[in-house]
């Protein structure tokens, strides 16, 4: 089935430190590719995209490159701030007929950024 | 631009009891709607997505038994039942046009069991 794997469960920075949080997939078609920002007590918030090989999605600061030779779509920030602190969720999209598109998430990965 | 709401915010369930739950959209130009679920470890399953009023779909899942209908083109409804651990309920909307296909949560109902 499709599926997706985050490696990191939990992440500790320092404020300005780069960041990578790894995302890999499986599925059998050709899926898009999101990761989603959660912060306490809200629900999940769309940070980016991608869609084809190779493309780049980014959004405030983060960016990842979808990769469809090894399967990846990792996370990364160049300069993490305190206000990063959140869970970050990978997510694969797949066309579904009848039924719209499904979200099948990776466990999340949660950032504590320090000051 | 918030476009979905959900009520209750959050509920304590009496174990046994079932427990109604309505998300609302307040842009009906998206027929694509959907419910997740979190659960205490914090992951995130898809339960149904129903695009027309009228339409209605049932789940058992490990933990809860589902009932989802699609009541208006602006209103979908979640009944759960049988809950033996607390969960937080989304629901979401499928955006599309303008090249972009994405769907958006909404803030959730957390169910706690008493």
């Known amino acids: 089935g499709d599926s997706v794997t985050q490696t990191e469960g939990q992440v500790a920075l320092s404020e300005e430190d780069f960041l990578t949080i790894h995302c890999n997939y499986s599925?059998?078609?050709?899926?898009?590719l999101f990761w989603y920002v959660q912060y306490p007590g809200e629900g999940p918030q769309f940070l980016f995209r991608?869609?084809?090989?190779?493309e780049k999605g980014s959004s405030r600061g983060f960016e990842a490159t979808y990769n469809k030779e090894t399967t990846s779509f990792h996370l990364q920030k160049a300069s993490v701030q305190e206000s990063d602190s959140a869970v970050y969720y990978c997510a694969l999209g797949l066309m579904q007929q009848g039924t719209g598109s499904k979200l099948s998430f990776g466990k999340g990965a949660k950032l504590t950024v320090s000051p | 631009v918030t476009l979905l709401e959900q009520n209750p915010r959050w509920r304590l369930v009496p174990r046994g009891q079932a427990v109604n739950l309505r998300c609302i959209l307040k842009n009906s130009q998206y027929p694509w709607m959907s419910w997740y679920q979190q659960d205490l470890q914090k992951q995130l399953q898809w339960l149904f997505t129903?695009?027309?009023?009228?339409?209605?779909?049932v789940k058992s899942l490990p933990g809860a038994d589902y009932l989802a209908t699609r009541v208006t083109d602006t209103e979908l409804r979640l009944q759960v039942a049988n809950m033996s651990q607390g969960r937080t309920l989304y629901c979401t909307c499928r955006v599309t046009g303008g090249g972009q296909d994405t769907q958006y949560f909404g803030p959730g109902t957390r169910l706690l069991v008493l």
């Open positions: 991608a869609s084809r090989d190779k």
């Open positions: 129903l695009r027309s009023p009228g339409d209605k779909e």
């Open positions: 599925a059998s078609g050709y899926p898009a």
